[in-house]
């Protein structure tokens, strides 16, 4: 998977991301998979809104700890265009007649062009100067559809696809006094 990321803060814990990513998979594991020959690749732009929760309550280093792990969950809309291909063994799947069927009903439907997402993971960011960090975080993406990668009902259509990525970053934040403050919670 290949990805580029941008994050505009609202608030330091609300920032809206702008990803775009592309997803491949050629499945290959179990034997059975390997006769399905299902293959598929899409680029994919999403646009969330997350809310990223700051463990140590370090948005922006203010209070001169480097190190600053968080947690971040939201909700956004990913834009698909999936390619997807199948070079189906018939002869090993002659005693499951709903294996050929799943994937004739498959490839007569349209892939979707947008799902709704919610995204889910954890990161760390290491600052390197105030305006100027090292990130590494791990998330995922729940989906409400089948179909991300094109095929449903030659595979388990009683499963939601879901995708997830690993990645380290540099993040370079503009105006950093500018924004909105973070709300504070009394306690």
Not at 1 to 8: G, R, S
Request: net charge positive; charged share 20%; proline share 6%.
């Amino acid at each position: 998977m290949d990805a580029l990321a941008i994050k505009w803060p609202i608030f330091a814990a609300l920032p809206v991301l702008l990803a775009a990513t592309r997803l491949h998979s050629r499945y290959s594991s179990p034997a059975y998979r390997q006769q399905r020959n299902l293959r598929f690749t899409s680029p994919v732009t999403e646009i969330s809104e997350l809310m990223v929760w700051n463990m140590f309550g370090n948005n922006g280093n203010e209070i001169g700890n480097r190190f600053s792990p968080y947690v971040f969950g939201g909700v956004g809309v990913s834009f698909l265009k999936v390619d997807r291909s199948s070079n189906l063994n018939k002869s090993y799947f002659v005693n499951e007649p709903n294996v050929t069927s799943g994937l004739a009903a498959d490839m007569n439907k349209i892939p979707p062009r947008a799902i709704l997402v919610l995204p889910a993971g954890i990161g760390v960011e290491y600052f390197l100067t105030s305006n100027l960090s090292l990130t590494a975080e791990t998330n995922f993406r729940y989906t409400f559809t089948d179909y991300l990668d094109g095929f449903s009902q030659v595979a388990n259509p009683k499963k939601k696809d879901f995708y997830q990525s690993h990645t380290v970053g540099l993040v370079f934040k503009f105006n950093k006094n500018k924004g909105l403050p973070c709300p504070v919670i009394k306690r």
